[in-house]
């Protein structure tokens, strides 16, 4: 007799059976699981850059997903009237091996000043040490968090003593992103390098120094405002030192001043255009870089009424007068002012010269102000790249600057040269060393270089030597073509008197027939008996 399996035996065999399964597929879930893992991890080990790839995207998928609520939770975008809903920018994320880009929409309530804002805590949830916030173009901006400081380390560099390809741009440093950033020559006649004692301006000079020296179509006017030894290995290739004895500098200065003029009547003669740069600077028409280090050592006047405090603030006012018109009249005829000080404040560096530098440069600085001096007003819309930032041992030899084509404003690293090196790239090319003026006279004979007009302190002077100097004054013809040479004094009515009385030209023209372009005052002593004042 068969019997029947009770209903409650059937059902446990299937609860058990089902339970076997689930346990099974579990188990063979779990095996799939870890052998996948097993087997990623072994690609991983194999191919570890498509690994880090894989996990690029992963973060990016991860930061863009978490997007809409960090927006909100930071304020980013604005409350739509109708729909009461918050309205956050679009954003596309981007994650490689130094941080993460993200290229967000500038709309109501997230413009660059927003973003600029909250960019530390978006620092802290991307697990970055800063994020920076660029604006890329109209209604877009880019934010760039790193989760290392690229340029924290310092990089030393060997120079190669070779002269460059070009003068248009010397080479400054690394940006943060790796690239090279270079600094322009071409059409510059100032800039300002500002920053606190011992962040590296002077090493800055002797890498320009490394790179430039080698090139027979530049000549070097070093002044050091220091006074120490920081300039001596560099002298050599030097057309013109001064260290920080301030008669000395005014010399200088005027010589450089001087070539300004001959080169400003002649170029259109000479060169054939009325920009320098239009050619290029060449060994018979150097670039003249001219680097004052401690500049704020020449403009510092002195209160007081003595005798010697009236002598000095004479000096003083001639030196920012030759420094200021070397920056305004320069450019077209390749000279250039370089002005390094630890305070680029407008008591250190008159503002009507620091604000005539088309390049600004500062490494680090104690206050904003000290930034705004060598950078602009601008740098206070950009406070994550402030200098300000930089005041840290670790950040000596990094500066802010701007780039051309790049909106706001970037932090370098600037590379560390050897001393030696630079040395002995000095010593291999200091017989490149030439008189730019001696070159010019040189190459047009019948240019004759004229006395430099003296200073209204120097006219009084003069006035009293036996020996006055006669004093003539260049005159330029529209086009190139002949220079007329004008003589001058003061009528006892103490009005000007100009005449001309022979013409200069390289040409040979021997008549006063030219018509000066312009009439102007020369400050001939001779002949006066009141020069004026
Ligand atoms: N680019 C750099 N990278 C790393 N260290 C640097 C760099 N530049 C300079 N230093 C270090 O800082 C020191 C001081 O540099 P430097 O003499 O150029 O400073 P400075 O700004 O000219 O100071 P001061 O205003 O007192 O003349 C150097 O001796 C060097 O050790
Ligand atoms: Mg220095």
Redesign the pocket.
């Known amino acids: 007799m068969r019997t029947i399996p009770p209903v409650g035996t059937l059902a446990g065999l299937l609860v058990g059976l089902w339970l076997l399964v689930i346990l099974g597929g579990g188990v063979a879930v779990l095996a799939g699981h870890l052998l996948a893992r097993l087997l990623r991890a072994r690609r991983d080990r194999r191919h570890p850059q498509q690994a880090a790839v894989r996990e690029r995207t992963r973060q990016a998928r991860r930061l863009a997903a978490e997007w809409p609520l960090l927006a909100q939770t930071l304020g980013l975008g604005y409350r739509d009237q109708w729909t009461r809903q918050h309205r956050f920018p679009a954003a596309e994320f981007v994650a490689d091996d130094q941080g993460v880009t993200a290229t967000v929409a500038a709309i109501a309530g997230a413009g660059l000043a927003d973003y600029q804002q909250v960019a530390g805590y978006l620092a802290d949830t991307w697990g970055c040490v800063t994020v920076r916030a660029e604006q890329q173009g109209p209604g877009l901006i880019q934010l760039r968090g790193l989760h290392r400081d690229p340029l924290l380390a310092?990089a030393r560099i060997d120079l190669s003593g070779t002269a460059p390809a070009s003068l248009e741009s010397w080479w400054l440093g690394w940006a943060e992103d790796g690239s090279l950033v270079m600094i322009r020559l071409a059409e510059v006649s100032g800039t300002v390098i500002g920053?606190l004692?011992?962040?590296?301006?002077?090493?800055?000079v002797a890498h320009l120094l490394g790179q430039l020296a080698p090139s027979p179509a530049v000549q070097f006017v070093l002044i050091d405002g220091?006074g120490g030894p920081?300039y001596d290995r560099l002298f050599p290739r030097a057309w013109l030192l001064a260290k920080d004895d301030l008669d000395q500098v005014r010399d200088v200065l005027r010589k450089v001043h001087r070539l300004m003029i001959e080169r400003q009547a002649s170029i259109a003669q000479f060169l054939g255009v009325t920009d320098a740069w239009h050619l290029g600077p060449s060994p018979s028409w150097p670039l003249v870089v001219v680097v004052i280090d401690?500049a704020h050592t020449f403009f510092h006047e002195r209160k007081g009424t003595s005798p010697e405090v009236k002598a000095h603030n004479a000096l003083v006012a001639e030196l920012s007068r030759l420094v200021e018109e070397l920056i305004r009249k320069g450019r077209n005829v390749a000279i250039q002012v370089m002005l390094l000080t630890?305070r680029a404040t407008g008591d250190a560096i008159p503002t009507r010269i620091r604000d005539n530098c088309q390049v600004g440069i500062s490494?680090a600085t104690r206050t904003l102000d000290g930034a705004v001096a060598a950078l602009g007003e601008e740098i206070r819309q950009h406070p994550d790249a402030s200098p300000v930032l930089l005041n840290d041992p670790a950040y000596?030899?990094v500066a802010v600057t701007s780039l051309p084509g790049r909106p706001g404003f970037h932090r370098v690293r600037?590379?560390?040269v050897n001393r030696h090196q630079v040395a002995a790239i000095i010593r291999a090319t200091a017989g490149l060393r030439a008189d730019p003026a001696g070159l010019l006279a040189e190459q047009a004979p019948g240019l004759r270089v004229v006395p430099e007009m003296p200073a209204p302190g120097d006219a009084a002077r003069a006035s009293r030597s036996a020996s006055a100097r006669s004093c003539l004054e260049w005159w330029l013809k529209p086009s190139p073509g002949p220079v007329l040479v004008m003589t001058a004094g003061w009528s006892r009515s103490r009005r000007p008197v100009t005449a001309p009385t022979r013409c200069a030209c390289a040409v040979g023209c021997s008549t006063p027939t030219h018509r000066p372009v312009r009439s102007a005052r020369c400050t001939r002593p001779t002949g006066s008996r009141t020069p004026p004042s």
């Open positions: 310092p920053g004692a011992g962040f590296g301006k002077t090493m800055l220091k920081d401690e630890q490494f000596v030899g600037t590379p560390l």
